[in-house]
């Protein structure tokens, strides 16, 4: 009721006659700027002969990529690298906000942590990572950690499951036969829990006891997909990288490989971001006044109980909304792999794929719009996240 | 009132300056503009010993360069009046298109796909190269056939890359690209050891060559795996233009057939053979067919030289490039240049 009648008066101010003039030019000149400059590409492209069209899109890519999550290779379509991109670039995003996430969690509780050294250490953290230009961090991971760890025959091997070298970080691979026992187990556990929190709320309202139900969904979590995997003959196969020679070339081959370039990648955009994250903590948390604690000790909550019910929910709030553009950032900044050769949507389809067929409009347009979908995308979970945490006003 | 109609105008004006504006870029003109401008733009490579390299005071020398300097000979009548733009491979196309560069002298390779559907258009070819591998010698492989397993540094949006994968996958062997979008990147990261092998055309393994710590550690593995014509590019709407990157290049690998240098042309101008006077200008008026000046072929020979000097100032044996001439010669000495006459 209230926003309509403040939107019926801006609306009212907005048609006024000597208000309305600059409008109607403004909306005009930008549909005339957006015409000119299509009709002027438009233009350059007739004078050059080129056409314009997603055609190409269905032929052979004739390129090989050296890190892809589908099965591609070169004679797949420009279609496919696109996709293997696109893969590639969510996967670093994917891995770099949980990484960013927990680091910046730490980080920003250390912060304010009474410890004068832990408080100290991550205040240089966050000074060091948040102020260092990102390119220069990848560089830094890129160029000089990983440049300098040591060849294939001279791998550091620990505890013979991680192998550590200048082309890659290698661990073993696990291979399930009937694997799908073991989702199995996990939906039985989330359908359990389900029913069990709704169960626990209903306990909690009429006799004030507390039913652990995080923790019992913990256990369920393990117990119920190791029963199911032993009712379903569930095998689990390890294979170790092996060290192959082919005349005087090492190479490790199996198991699960890291390249370098994603590593790099990785590093940086989860140290960098984690150190905004940080702050964004930190503010958080100073934001619920000394009151609401005090309040809720007087009524009788522990400390456990008055951080997770009282501190943390509220935090929450001024958390999540910087907290989203920084997750907005490190998946747009992602796009700096081109930098170090991972092959991520801007290096693999902007990149290569854009100059062995010159279609340069077409493909600067899907990958801008592919940018901005993943983007909404992660504002829409997060600012339903945020909604349903807000402050319900009674 | 007056605050609304001030804004007005001013909009109005704004929309007025686009009305009559016109950022078309104008076709079948480069050479106007290279004159109206008074200096030629130039895209060349980001490094390439011996074909387009900058040397610590920013002169760039190389054999791509001289064909810039050429044409900046003919067009302009002064081969010191090119700006050098340096392009990655990635880029170098789309610049061209766009206008920011006159012509393209990069080692880049004449395909079918680009030279139709890029709207370029490939004048000639300077340089017959073809794609090969360079390796540690410590890796113990003397044959591109022995190459399984291995991870192989490449420059990214070039043949090269297609080259790469259409010669492992005919071969039946198993590798992995590592894709960079700098020559000098690729070559850094072979060299400090993350691939095995590097790939490119064979001058430039030889140029490259000469950037790693210690060039004696690396070899050349014998197998060519493609051709390579390499040559300058120009836009594809611009007859004019192509005609004059074509004959500039024509003019300077006649030059050398008959043996007219930078130093001897002068003494030339007495001689009575109508095929030397044609390339002096003194007889007949070549200028005119692409609207040059008449002089415009022997400033070429007299600024720049002939392809032979070229050659062997930037790549020749004495070089640190040292690459044969091999089929770069002249068709009269067992090579495959074979310019048509210049009349």
Request: charged share 15%; hydrophobic share 45%; with cysteine.
């Amino acid at each position: 009721m209230f926003l309509t009648s403040q939107f019926k008066t801006t609306l009212k101010k907005n048609l006024q006659p000597l208000n309305l003039l600059p409008q109607v030019f403004l909306i005009l000149l930008i549909i005339y700027i957006v015409y000119f400059f299509s009709k002027n590409t438009e233009i350059n492209l007739d004078s050059r002969n080129l056409n314009f069209g997603f055609d190409f899109l269905s032929n052979n890519a004739g390129f090989d990529i050296q890190f892809s999550l589908i099965n591609y290779d070169g004679s797949s379509s420009y279609a496919k690298s696109y996709l293997v991109g696109l893969l590639n670039t969510l996967l670093v995003a994917f891995f770099g906000i949980i990484f960013a996430t927990i680091l910046g969690f730490i980080v920003g509780i250390s912060r304010l942590s009474t410890n004068w050294m832990l408080n100290k250490l991550s205040l240089i953290y966050v000074e060091l990572f948040r102020n260092l230009p990102l390119i220069l961090q990848i560089f830094f991971w890129y160029f000089v950690v990983i440049r300098s760890l040591p060849s294939t025959e001279k791998s550091v091997i620990i505890l013979n499951f991680l192998i550590i070298n200048l082309q890659g970080f290698y661990i073993p691979k696990f291979i399930f036969s009937n694997f799908v026992f073991i989702f199995y187990g996990l939906i039985l556990a989330l359908a359990v829990t389900f029913f069990l929190r709704y169960y626990a709320t209903k306990v909690f309202y009429e006799s004030a006891k507390v039913i652990p139900v995080f923790k019992i969904f913990l256990l369920l979590v393990i117990i119920f997909p190791i029963i199911f995997a032993l009712l379903g003959d569930v095998k689990i196969t390890i294979e170790y990288p092996k060290l192959v020679k082919n005349f005087g070339i090492f190479n490790y081959l199996g198991g699960v490989k890291l390249v370098p370039e994603f590593l790099a990648l990785l590093f940086s955009l989860s140290l960098y971001t984690s150190a905004f994250i940080a702050e964004n903590v930190r503010a958080g948390i100073l934001a619920i006044s000394k009151g609401q604690k005090e309040a809720s000790k007087s009524l009788g909550f522990n400390n456990s109980q008055t951080l997770k019910l009282i501190v943390i929910p509220q935090a929450l709030r001024v958390i999540i909304p910087p907290t989203t553009n920084q997750y907005l950032n490190l998946t747009k900044n992602s796009s700096l792999a081109a930098a170090i050769g991972y092959p991520d949507l801007t290096g693999v389809f902007a990149g290569t794929a854009l100059s062995q067929t010159g279609k340069a409009i077409e493909i600067i347009f899907i990958v801008m719009m592919t940018y901005l979908t993943i983007s909404l995308i992660i504002s829409i979970i997060l600012n339903w996240y945020n909604k349903k945490i807000a402050l319900v006003e009674r | 009132m007056k605050k609304i109609t001030t804004n007005s105008f001013a909009i109005l004006a704004f929309v007025a300056t686009f009305i009559f504006a016109t950022f078309s870029a104008n076709a079948n003109q480069t050479r106007e503009n290279v004159v109206k401008r008074g200096s030629l733009n130039c895209g060349v490579s980001q490094g390439v010993p011996g074909f387009s390299n900058a040397d610590a005071s920013g002169k760039w020398t190389g054999i791509d360069v001289d064909v810039c300097r050429a044409i900046a000979a003919a067009v302009l009548g002064d081969a010191t009046k090119v700006k050098y733009t340096p392009l990655s491979a990635k880029d170098r196309f789309e610049v061209l298109k766009a206008g920011d560069i006159d012509v393209l002298a990069r080692n880049t390779t004449w395909t079918l796909s680009r030279d139709g559907g890029l709207a370029l258009e490939f004048p000639a070819t300077n340089f017959y190269d073809g794609q090969g591998f360079m390796i540690r010698k410590a890796a113990n492989i003397n044959s591109a056939k022995k190459l399984n397993n291995v991870k192989v540094c490449v420059e990214t949006g070039t043949t090269t890359e297609l080259n790469l994968r259409d010669y492992f996958k005919a071969n039946k062997l198993k590798y992995e690209p590592v894709a960079f979008t700098k020559a000098d990147e690729a070559v850094a990261a072979y060299d400090a050891g993350r691939c095995d092998v590097y790939t490119t055309d064979k001058s430039g393994l030889a140029a490259n060559r000469t950037k790693t710590k210690n060039p004696a550690d690396h070899i050349i593995l014998p197998e060519t795996i493609s051709k390579e014509p390499l040559g300058p590019v120009v836009r594809g709407n611009d007859e004019n233009w192509a005609n004059i990157v074509r004959w500039t290049l024509n003019v300077m690998i006649e030059a050398e057939e008959y043996g007219i240098t930078q130093a001897n042309i002068d003494s030339l101008k007495t001689t009575e053979d109508p095929a030397i006077k044609r390339l002096l200008g003194l007889e007949g008026e070549t200028g005119k067919n692409l609207s040059l000046g008449n002089t415009w072929s022997y400033n070429i020979i007299k600024q720049v030289g002939n392809y032979g000097e070229s050659y062997e100032a930037n790549v020749g044996p004495k070089t640190p490039v040292g690459l044969a001439r091999g089929l770069n010669a002249s068709w009269r000495k067992g090579g495959i240049l074979y310019a048509p006459p210049v009349r």
